[in-house]
Every structure is written in structure tokens, then in C-alpha cells.
């Protein structure tokens, strides 16, 4: 009887040790558990972090980028343009570097995903655009046509005039001081009309308009040659250098001219500033849309995982 009541006894402290070890291991793997999904969260979390620092650097970038494409656009000087460009470039070249990270962050999250390939798409399309405007705005084919027009034509405009009225001062007493009055005033005429059709023909986007003015440029060059030259035969030679300087200014006056027009014709200027503010600015806008989209989402998503 007493070994039959420590037999059982023994048993007794055997299930007791059992539950106690079952009990024991049952808060082991509860706790690993939780502690196993705590600092899963705790990853999740900070990837969201990572991804909300990662959209806003892309937003700011792309922000500078755009701004330093419109100051290379309305840029006053070659150098200016190309360092607004160089600044232009570096921070796009950020916003890639920022997407492709951004990439790597990116989960199982079909949403995120859809919006991340739309706003790829959008900064591809924007990057075509970008390289387009940079490439005309670096060249100021239209500033540089205002230049030779406000300073080099325009200069050599009044040194005609002023060779031309020597002339007409010089030879007013002669018997033909009627017909070198007549024909130098349409020299100088028809030149200055030719001159204030460069400023209109430089601003000039279409190819149309530009015919037109240059038909009366043609035109008028045809006036004021052929003035020139019937002066040639009434002026005596006491007058012949002035007329020979007038000559020489024209001349000069032509050969600007049609390098004015040549510039003009490729609107350089005109053509990146349409596209800075067209297409360019409703690219950025979408890209900042889809941006926004996808910064939204990622909250949402750190707000859902925070409450879990």
C-alpha cells in the first residue's frame, strides 16, 4: 500500500511539472510571437518613414530643377544660361538618384506600386521635354539677334545717316541738291524701315510672319540700293567720300542684318520659353500630382499599421 500510494504520488508531481513546463513554453512562444511582430511593425514603420523622406527630397528637387530650367530660359547671357542649365541638370540628376531608392522601398503594395510607375513615366516624359528647353535656351539665338540689332546694325544705321547728311550739307549750293536730297532721304529711309522690322522678326514665333518681313526687307533693300547708286552719278567729288562711307555703312548695316535674321529664323529663345511654360509646366504639375498621390498613401498606410 505504501509504495502503491508513492507510485502515485510520483505521478502526481510528474502532470504537475508537465502542465507548469506546457504553461511556461506557451508564454515563451506568445512572447517570441509578439516580439516577432513588434519589430516587424517596427521595420514596416520605418520603411514608410524612409519612403515619405525619399518622396518629399523628389518633390523638392524637382521643384529646383524646373526653377533653374526657367532662369536659364530667361537668362540675359550665354554664361548665365549654361550655369542655370548645369543647376537645372544636377537636380534632376537627384530626383533619379531619389527614384530608383525610392524603388528599392517599395513593397507588396499593388497601389504604391501603380502610382510609382505613373510618376516614372510622367519624369521620363519630363526629362524630353527638359532636354529640349535646355538645349535651345543655352543657344540665345534670339538675344543674341537683339544684340547685333541694338548695337552693331544699329550703329552702323547712323553712321549712313550721318555720312549722307555731310553730303547733303556738302552739296546743298549744287544745281542737283534737290535730287541727292531726295534720294539720300530715301536711303535713309528705306535702311531705317528695314531696321525696325528686326525687333518685330526676332519676337516673331511664326514662319509666315517672318516671310512677310523679310519680303519687305528685300524690298526695301532694293530702295535703298538703288538710291545709293543713283547718287553715284549726281554727286561731284568733293562729295564722292561721303558717299563712298555711306556706301560702306550699308553695306555693313546688310550684312548684320541678315545674320539677325538667320539667328532669328531659329527662335531658339521663343521656342524654350513656349515650351517652359506649356508643356513643361503641366509635366511638372502631374509629376507633383502623382507625387502627392503616392505621399498620401504611404501615410495611410503608417496610420493603419500604427493602430494594428
Not at 167 to 180: E, H
Not at 185 to 195: D, K, P, T, W
Request: net charge negative.
Amino acid at each position: 500500500m505504501r509504495l502503491f500510494h508513492s507510485d502515485k504520488g510520483i505521478t502526481r508531481i510528474q502532470v504537475g511539472v508537465a502542465i507548469a513546463l506546457a504553461l511556461v513554453l506557451s508564454f515563451i512562444v506568445a512572447f517570441l510571437l509578439r516580439h516577432e511582430d513588434a519589430t516587424w511593425l517596427h521595420s514596416a514603420f520605418e520603411r514608410s518613414v524612409k519612403k515619405l523622406q525619399i518622396i518629399q527630397a523628389i518633390s523638392r528637387d524637382l521643384l529646383a530643377s524646373a526653377e533653374a530650367e526657367k532662369s536659364a530660359v530667361m537668362a540675359d547671357t550665354d554664361e548665365a544660361s549654361q550655369a542655370f542649365a548645369e543647376q537645372s541638370t544636377q537636380a534632376a540628376h537627384h530626383v533619379e538618384k531619389a527614384r530608383r531608392e525610392l524603388e528599392h522601398l517599395l513593397g507588396g503594395s499593388r497601389q504604391e506600386a501603380h502610382l510609382f510607375r505613373e510618376f516614372s513615366q510622367c519624369w521620363e516624359k519630363l526629362q524630353e521635354i527638359d532636354r529640349e528647353v535646355l538645349s535651345l535656351a543655352v543657344q540665345n539665338t534670339n538675344l543674341k539677334a537683339l544684340r547685333l540689332s541694338f548695337v552693331p546694325a544699329a550703329e552702323a544705321m547712323r553712321r549712313m545717316e550721318k555720312a549722307l547728311n555731310h553730303l547733303m550739307d556738302l552739296l546743298s549750293s549744287s544745281p542737283n541738291a534737290l535730287g541727292i536730297t531726295r534720294r539720300a532721304s530715301q536711303a535713309v529711309i528705306g535702311a531705317l524701315n528695314i531696321y525696325t522690322l528686326q525687333a518685330p522678326h526676332i519676337a516673331e514665333s511664326t514662319a509666315a510672319r517672318m516671310d512677310e518681313m523679310e519680303a519687305d526687307m528685300t524690298r526695301l533693300d532694293a530702295q535703298v540700293t538703288e538710291a545709293l547708286q543713283s547718287l553715284q552719278a549726281l554727286v561731284d567729288e568733293p562729295g564722292t567720300p561721303f558717299l563712298d562711307a555711306a556706301r560702306a555703312s550699308y553695306q555693313d548695316f546688310q550684312k548684320l542684318n541678315a545674320e539677325i535674321v538667320e539667328l532669328s529664323r531659329q527662335n531658339n529663345d521663343i521656342r524654350s520659353f513656349a515650351l517652359s511654360l506649356g508643356q513643361k509646366r503641366k509635366t511638372t504639375a502631374q509629376c507633383q500630382d502623382v507625387l502627392a498621390a503616392l505621399q498620401e498613401m504611404v501615410r495611410q498606410s503608417m496610420s493603419y499599421k500604427a493602430t494594428r
